[in-house]
């Protein structure tokens, strides 16, 4: 709600209050006022957009293809955004590439999409990120942003894993890391190979070499520069003599780290305080620890212990001129003494109890006889204003009981401010309300049989029982072929509630949505007394008014325009402007302005599309050149967000996933259907490409130090700017005619459909001058490492060798266009179309010999309820028996949130 529940004055000078909305009405203060206004500004102005995905699976393997559906919300109250009109999703490998990206379209603030992991695809840990050209105002910290694993069932003739330690060596902390490699299949040891490890961080790299022992393991020191924020490449040879590489993340910071947060913000002298804690381990997860609080002269005044997830809290009253520390007691045995915060002489404390009673949040305020006086009180949902007073503190410790019925679930912000607006004190809680959707499912029962007709009812309500409209999207699995087990799941709460709404990284967030339990409160209270933050500052809010928003909302219809300009660069007026699209079936002309601006207007863009627009000026002549409006394109890779559940032993973290994956494989070799298994058999099989016969250096996959394919060229309106920032370790210098790539202080070759290009001003027409258009490139091959490879691609005339750049162009051409400043040729971003889940109809009798082995029973992104807040669906099942696992997510039509999960029996 955006009207204040409260406008009084109350004098605290009991030792509770209850505050409601029937104490005397009153005006707010003209600085509490103020405070309300520029909430209420910010809200209007600067609205919030989520995004939350919900996927078919948790985890997949090389071949699979991962189905979601996205949910846009808009506000504090998450009703289905019409802000925007596209969603951005890109799914990002663990060297920060994005390996393939997708701009959907959003209706009715949903989209519908997939990834599919073909065999050029590696095993590791995958990103799905999305967002939209809005959120990017406030940052890579709210998009949506999930870590999952990616396995190989196939192609496979090692199993490797990394271990990572801290050790002391010569009094300093070294950072180890421990290889293990085995035969697969088998487990055999890998004992005696030559390995090569390559670090990697941005443009950086380092390289070393070593020899596997018996036990098939290999260690080495990590460079410090390299311990976060990288990843470690390594590449051998197998007993068939081919190369194997494998990639392992690499973020494990620089050991435990414990830190300390007061609630409310500050300690303060004679006040009572609540510290929370957080221990953090290298690999970003929580760890217990445990230990004693003193003061200066030795005395022990609370007990420390982490209750859940490395976190925990104490009591401390601190004492004037008294100085603190922690004696932390750590996992693996070793100590460390550490400071607590300095404590103020005056100020406030303030303790908030938002789990004791599900309609009342308790407020404690704790203050010094100099803190006395009025004060302002702020409850605020993301912007929206839930509660406003001013206070009159008169007592060390005050108590407020405030009715939270009509909050709405999620988190809440408490602010104390002086007369003067400045924060005294804060505190972030978790409002947790029943006011999530209500989904009754029918199933036909608890046991249904093998490639049986499932057919299944939904009823949507609400907390009242009315019926609801509403979308929803719905995946069953067969979990004795997906466990779940150890497995940090994403749900629609965790991601909506808590996930867009805190920075950092949040550990199995779904674990504080699994049960109304007070422990459950408990904990989720301590993560947000140890996470909890805001998405503005107060001074920027209140000293306002704020920036413009840098991005505007993407709408669906995309509008084309530029400048006319003469080769002088001044403005052409008059001037005809032709635009052309045979892919798109589009031909329009328009006229510039005085100041040179032309539109087409809006165009609805599909994939691929291009344009071609040429300019004429007022008499038809072609001295002039065409600038195109810059359409905003990708957000940069930010750093993984979710560390922690970065996993370096894939293969056996999802072994009965990949088993199924085998089993399905070899039902099809077993019937003849052998080019889907050599699709998949990535290492001994060269991935295939549009323009693989036209070189006749291609280089098989896995070969080359990095292959870059451009999943958004129309951003680039050159080769160059397409490559610059990409390519790792690689950079590009100046060499007077052109710049030129180099890797390592050396200059690199470049081969652009198998031809060494050795005229410097035909590079500089490749790279500068669009003699070859992004769009046209398939793919972009680096080799800086291998030595066989370096020697193969090395320039003859040279005099040294960096290595050597592998463009390969679709159409194979290799002779640049003349440079034409009145055309242009416009492949601005267009929607991706999204696929249809195949569910098989076992309607008729059986006639496929192929065993049904889906993981991945059905998927269905499209539900709706109707005004009675009922539809159904149907499937059939798959041929194996076990439990399968139903699982419905969405939104209802004033933005309830819903999930519903059910588990039947498959005989």
Known sequence: MTSLKTHLLISLAGIFLHFTAAAQEAGLPPSLEQVNTALSSWLQDHPQEKVYLHTDKPYYAIGDTIWFKAYVVLGPRHQLSALSGAVHVELIDETGSIAEALKLPLVAGTAKGDFALSSEYKEGNYRLRAYTQWMR?????????????????????????????????????????????????????????????IFRKGLEDHIGRGETDASGKLQFPVPEDFRSGSYLLIRLEDADGRVITKTFPLDQGSGTDVQFFPEGGELVNGLPSRVAFKATGPGGQGVPISGFVFNSKGDTLSELRTKHAGMGFFTLTPAAGEQYHAAVNYPDGSKKDLPLPKALENGYVLWAYPYLDSDTLLLRIMAAESGYGNINLLIHHEGEVLNAAPLNITRPLSSLRIPCGDFPSGITTITLFDEQNRPLCERVVFIRRDDSLRLAL???????????????????????????????????????????????????????????????????????????????????????????????TWKELLDGPLPAPAFAAEELLTPIGGKLLTLGGKPVEGGTITLLSLSGMIMRDTVSNAKGEFSFGTVLLGKDVSFTVQGRNAKGGKNVEVIMDSIPGREPVNPNPNRGD???????????????????????????????????QGVTVTAKSSNSGSSPFAIPEGHSDQTLRLTDPGLCSTLLLCLQGRLHGVTFQSTGTTMAPYSRGERMSVFLNGRLITNETELADILENNGVAPADVERVDVVRSNVALMALFSDPSASSNGGALLITTRSGSTRPAPYSPEIVHYTPRGFDVSREFYSPRYDAPRSSLLADLRSTIYWNPSLITGKDGKTSFDFFNADQPGVYRMVIEGIGGNGQLGRKVLRYKVE
Request: charged share 25%; net charge negative; hydrophobic share 35%.
């Open 137 to 197: 105002n406030a940052g890579p910290d709210y998009f949506y942003d999930f870590t999952f694993p990616v396995g190989n069932a196939v192609s496979q003739s090692l199993n490797g894993g990394i271990s990572y330690e801290y050790a002391q060596e010569g009094g300093e902390n070294v950072l180890l890391a421990t290889l293990n490699l085995q035969e697969a299949p088998g487990g055999k040891p890998l004992a005696g190979s030559k390995v090569e490890y």
């Open 646 to 680: 970065l996993r370096n032993r894939i293969g056996a973290d999802i072994k009965t996933y990949l088993a199924n994956s085998r089993a399905q494989l070899e039902d099809l070799e077993k019937h003849g259907m052998t080019e889907r298994v050599n699709m998949l």
């Open 442 to 536: 029918s199933a036909g029962g608890p046991v249904h049989g093998s490639r049986e007709k499932t057919a299944v009812g939904i009823t949507a309500s609400d907390e009242n029982g009315k019926p609801v409209s509403g979308t929803f999207s719905v995946a069953v699995i067969d979990e004795n072929k997906v466990p779940l087990e150890g497995i940090s799941e994403n749900t629609i709460f965790s991601g909506l509630l808590l996930r867009s709404a805190l920075k950092g990284y949040i550990e199995d967030p779904a674990y504080y949505f699994r049960d109304n339990s007070r422990e459950t409160a408990e904990h989720l209270d301590l993560l947000l007394m140890t996470q909890g933050y805001r998405r503005f």
